[in-house]
């Protein structure tokens, strides 16, 4: 099961830090990931993360501004989010898959959380 949270209203240039508990599951062979929604648009990668090697990618889109890390002994992954602009608003979602590397594609992670809502205003 996958929890996520940390989501808010935030102002342009703010900061926010979500993060997603993992229960249920060890993480060393899993990939974890971050996408997020914005009304009327289709689910888009944001960030990935690999548990066992720490490898990451991101999407241009937020690559310099978020960051992805993990706390082991709470199996926990966040996203950290500076510099937030108003095209940040959307649900994001964690996800998870046994990959040996992250992968930007929607459909190659096989759990997800529910989603937290992340609003920066103008």
């Known amino acids: 099961q996958l929890q996520a949270s940390g989501g808010g209203l935030v102002q342009a240039g703010g900061s926010l830090r979500l993060s997603c508990v993992v229960s249920g599951r060890t993480l060393s062979s899993y990939c974890m990931a971050w996408f997020r929604q914005a009304p009327g648009k289709e689910r888009e990668f944001v960030a990935s993360?690999?548990?066992?090697?720490?490898?990451?990618y991101y999407a241009d889109s937020v690559k310099g501004r978020f960051t992805v890390s993990r706390d082991n002994a709470k199996n926990t992954v966040y996203l950290q989010m500076s510099s937030l602009k108003p095209e940040d608003t959307a649900v994001y979602y964690c996800?998870?898959?046994?990959?040996?590397?992250?992968?930007?594609?929607?459909?190659?992670?096989?759990?997800w959380g529910q989603g937290t809502l992340v609003t920066v205003s103008s």
């Open positions: 996800a998870a898959a046994t990959l040996t590397m992250p992968n930007p594609r929607r459909h190659a992670y096989d759990y």
């Open positions: 993360m690999c548990w066992s090697t720490g490898s990451t």
